[in-house]
């Protein structure tokens, strides 16, 4: 849903990063002004790899090289075409593994 009211950013990340966490999404995709708060507030969480997509090209670097689950997009610095390629590219792009397997491995603390 959309709205330019004012909210908070955590409470919408906690809930997608819960949805992941509990195994009912795979992916998920998130919005914020800058992006910078909601994808914080996401990666606190251990199952998330949440990477802040402004380009098509680190959506898809995102998911090759980092296993990215969730893309993080600033609402304000982007279209809606640009928004919508970003998201196709994300949806539809696999994790290589190999060498960023042992490097995604260190992610977690």
Known sequence: CFS?????????????AQSIDDGSNDL????CG???????????????????????????????HNDANVCTMPARFISLEKALSI?????NTDFEGGRHQRRVDKISC
């Open 4 to 16: 330019t009211d004012s909210v908070d950013y955590p409470d919408f990340a906690h809930q997608l």
């Open 28 to 31: 998920g995709i998130q919005f």
């Open 34 to 64: 800058s992006g910078n708060g909601i994808n914080m507030s996401a990666n606190k969480h251990q199952s998330i790899r949440s990477a802040l997509c402004w380009e098509v090209e680190i959506a898809e670097l995102a998911r090759l």
């Open 87 to 91: 998201i196709d590219v994300f949806l």
